[in-house]
């Protein structure tokens, strides 16, 4: 008998929590479209954030979508954080469409070091669930390392190497 009680259990409060997303996320409707990009997006205590914090990333990504069309915003962080958030949300074929609109088609690593292509294409490849391509993307970046911004990129594609057959959120958890 107790073991039946176990999973009604967990789904009452999977749906708990889902309503909590649902409520928050109305919440920052109302209150957040019309902070500047910099409130939403750079600050760790307000906009999109506030979702991800309390695990709510597929409200999280809903938030930004709203905010980027009501914004008409054009910044290509906002698009990745989307990704992210789909990811993170398990949505993985969304997070790859998102993703692909952030690659840097002039991408000249002799002006700016940083290897933003293949972590983008790391994670995409984590995604797709293919190991060769982001060890590929990985070995790139190691390229790079003297650069700081490609050492954190390459610690975070990392993670998700070693937790490969983890969910994107269970991957970046184990950091």
């Given amino acids: 008998m ?4 176990l999973p009604i259990a ?3 409060i999977s749906n708990l929590a889902f309503a909590d997303c649902e409520i928050a996320l109305q919440k920052r409707l109302k209150e957040d479209l019309n902070l500047t990009y910099q409130q939403f997006d750079q600050t760790y205590d ?6 991800e914090k309390s695990g709510c990333h597929g409200e999280a990504a809903i938030l930004i979508k709203r905010f980027i069309e009501h914004n008409n915003s054009k910044e290509s962080s906002l698009t990745w954080h989307l990704a992210q958030m789909e990811g993170l949300a398990g ?5 790859i469409v998102h993703a692909k609109k952030v690659l840097n088609p002039n ?8 290897y933003w292509n293949d972590f983008i294409l790391g994670n995409i490849a984590f995604w797709s669930k293919d190991k060769a391509m982001l060890k590929k993307h990985m070995a790139n ?4 390392l003297s650069f700081k911004p490609n050492q954190i990129n390459f610690n975070y594609l990392n993670n998700l190497l070693t ?10 958890s184990e950091a």
């Fill in 10 to 12: 967990f789904l009452f």
């Fill in 46 to 51: 307000a906009g999109f954030r506030l979702l």
């Fill in 2 to 5: 107790k073991t039946r009680l």
């Fill in 107 to 114: 991408e000249d690593l002799s002006e700016f070091p940083m």
């Fill in 163 to 172: 937790n490969f057959n983890s969910s994107y959120l269970q991957a970046l």
């Fill in 141 to 144: 970046i190691e390229k790079g």
């Fill in 91 to 95: 949505n993985y074929q969304q997070a």
